[in-house]
């Protein structure tokens, strides 16, 4: 067991630093392009290249607070969410780790991610349908599966995916409407600017296609969730209330507004249930094992 | 060549003893850490009592026994040093609660009474607190024995010194006690 932890600690800062040159390169390779295609100076690719590397260290240090800024995540407080607040407390001790900072989403969809860069700047937040709905118990198993992310330096990694792949998708968009108002303005030399636009619309498609699908399956493994599963149940020494709960969870069938395509693989449970939500990215790369195989694994424990 | 080759292997082993050495002082550090965390939440639930019995006092007028045996297993734990009193000292404080909250059953008024709840609630998530800061010292207790017992480090162990630690036992409290076997 301990064995698997600690390469799975190891794994997961190779894949961290192997995510940050992966978009560092990308969004400099791609700018240089777009600017030769465009007809701008290509040494945009430098600042290019500064710009990409000051996000990717950003989302670094800042990468909890953006990705709880867009869950619209607030404090909770030991009055108000006594059970959330103690069982955190209590699962961190038994983990040997500091207590992470407790949000809440005030959405009534069952769900829970954790985030942060280590241990010590680490975070977990819950719907307020999760903590309504499961018992004490329940609860525990759900944030000592959550601890697991924080102990195994999941969460880095999975943070830097979160702000980084919702940066490319927000780039590419971004640099399509640039083109399309761009290509506006040049409507007189019509076959030229055609052509650009197409060369460079197909040239994006087949540059980030690719690359998101990879960087998103470096941090979703469904190895990770069910070592998390176990680890959770080692802590609680009670395998059957985190089933319980998952349970519960697959039986909610609302979804969580405030969860997008970029932090979808963050979530305890896919956010978008299947089939209401209709992201391609959900659908194309499964971010989560499914809820029978992870109960079974657990009742035979 | 010989004198080589004898240097290199006397410095490999004399690095090897350094890094047990440390490693062991270290596991020693994390126990005495997690005993600490033990004693936190130990002397936490000790504070919540005085404030309970008062509480029960109220409603509950002819019991004086049962409040008399939660002050004085309080007090014992209270003053007691090495692991194993204290676990002794705590398994006692655990059953004269138990037998307190079973009087306060009998007591609707008090059982209705905000200030008890809160107090129950506070107590029992003290309980688990104990449990699992208790589970997570015996893991640190248990990964330090094994390196004192396998050989080579026992070796080193024996050298130097260091001694078992002792494991702690407090009484289970309603979470119950699952098996958990991997593999």
């Known amino acids: 067991m301990t064995l698997s932890i600690h390469s799975q600690i190891e794994a997961n800062q190779t894949k961290s630093i192997l995510v940050v040159g992966f978009f560092v390169l990308f969004v400099t390779m791609v700018t240089f392009i777009f600017a030769k295609a465009l007809g701008f100076s290509p040494s945009i690719g430098l600042i290019a290249l500064i710009v990409a590397s000051m996000t990717a260290l950003g989302s670094y240090f800042w990468g909890d607070k953006i990705v709880l800024s867009l869950s619209h995540a607030h404090l909770a407080s030991r009055q108000k969410d006594f059970d959330f607040y103690t069982v955190s407390e209590n699962m961190a001790i038994a983990a040997g780790i500091p207590t992470p900072k407790l949000y809440v989403i005030e959405d009534t969809a069952v769900n829970a991610f954790a985030t942060g860069r280590d241990p010590k700047h680490s975070v977990i937040c819950a719907t307020r349908g999760l903590l309504t709905r499961l018992t004490r118990r329940e609860l525990e198993g759900v944030i000592a599966h959550e601890m697991s992310h924080v102990k195994n330096l999941d969460i880095r990694l999975m943070v830097l995916v979160a702000v980084l792949a919702g940066m490319v998708v927000f780039l590419a968009d971004w640099f399509l409407r640039a083109l399309w108002w761009g290509g506006g303005r040049r409507s007189r030399d019509e076959d030229r600017g055609a052509s650009a636009l197409y060369l460079v619309i197909g040239l994006a498609l087949a540059i980030l296609t690719p690359l998101i699908a990879t960087l998103i399956q470096l941090a979703v493994s469904r190895r990770r969730e069910f070592l998390a599963d176990a680890s959770s149940a080692l802590l609680t020494r009670n395998p059957d209330a985190l089933a319980d709960a998952l349970l519960k969870i697959g039986k909610d069938k609302e979804v969580l507004e405030v969860a997008t395509n970029a932090t979808a693989h963050l979530y305890f449970a896919n956010p978008f249930k299947g089939k209401q939500y209709t992201a391609w990215f959900a659908n194309l790369f499964n971010t989560h094992p499914s809820i029978e195989e992870r109960v079974k694994i657990l009742r035979a424990m | ?183």
Not at chain 2, 29 to 38: D, F, N, Y
Not at chain 2, 55 to 63: L, M
Not at chain 2, 122 to 132: A, G, I, P, W
Not at chain 2, 151 to 180: D, N
Request: avoid cysteine; aromatic fraction near 12%; charge should be neutral.
């Open chain 2, 1 to 183: 060549m010989n004198i080589l080759f004898i240097i290199a292997i006397v410095a490999l082993v004399a690095l090897y003893i350094w890094y047990v050495y440390n490693e062991l002082v270290a596991s020693r550090v994390r126990i005495k850490e997690a005993w600490s965390q033990i004693d936190v939440q130990l002397k936490r639930r000790a504070d919540l009592i005085p404030n309970l019995v008062e509480t029960v006092k109220g409603y509950v007028k002819h019991e004086r026994r049962v409040f008399e045996n939660v002050t004085k297993a309080r007090s014992v734990l209270l003053h007691a040093k090495t692991p194993a009193h204290k676990s002794e000292a705590n398994n006692q404080l655990v059953d004269a609660l138990k037998t307190l909250f079973a009087v306060a059953e009998n007591y609707p008024n008090l059982r209705a009474s905000e200030n008890f709840k809160q107090l129950q609630e506070e107590l029992s998530d003290t309980e688990d607190k104990v449990s699992y800061a208790n589970q997570f010292y015996n893991t640190v207790v248990s990964d330090y024995n094994t390196k004192l017992e396998t050989f080579p480090s026992s070796l080193i162990a024996q050298k130097f010194g260091f001694s078992e630690a002792e494991f702690f036992k407090a009484s289970e409290s309603e979470r119950k006690p699952v098996k958990v076997a991997f593999e």
